[in-house]
Nanobody, 124 residues
């Protein structure tokens, strides 16, 4: 059974940095795309960044140049390095996995496995 568990969330002042981690387990397939999503109160869940099994990445326009997604295949862990954080980055951050091998995207419907989320709060 695929399991995803996020960690690394917390509170930080604007301009600060955080690194989120997502430990993945329960699968052996190498054809997996993984992504970070976030959801703020009253907002829909939105894609932040994604990475496929060969290391290609995509980002939401709102985080380009500030966030970096990476993956350690040996540790089966996904990371999101977040720099120059803004109050509007405040949200619950979720990691997700997709084994369909249909291409890299940031639509929530493309991902079938989700972690429980970790809170990120950025104060001004």
């Amino acid at each position: 059974q695929v399991q995803l568990a996020e960690s690394g969330g917390g509170s930080v002042q604007a301009g600060g940095s955080l690194r989120l981690s997502c430990a993945a387990s329960g699968y052996t397939s190498a054809s997996v795309s993984m992504a970070w999503f976030r959801q703020a109160p009253g907002n829909e869940r939105e894609g932040v960044a994604a990475i496929d099994n060969v290391g290609s990445t995509i980002y939401a326009d709102s985080v380009k140049g500030r966030f970096t997604v990476s993956k350690d295949k040996v540790k089966n862990t996904l990371y999101l390095q977040m720099n120059s954080l803004k109050p509007e980055d405040t949200a619950i951050y979720y990691c997700a996995a997709d084994f369909s091998d249909v291409g890299l995207g940031l639509a929530p419907a493309e991902f079938g496995y989700w972690g429980p989320g970790t809170q990120v709060t950025v104060s001004s």
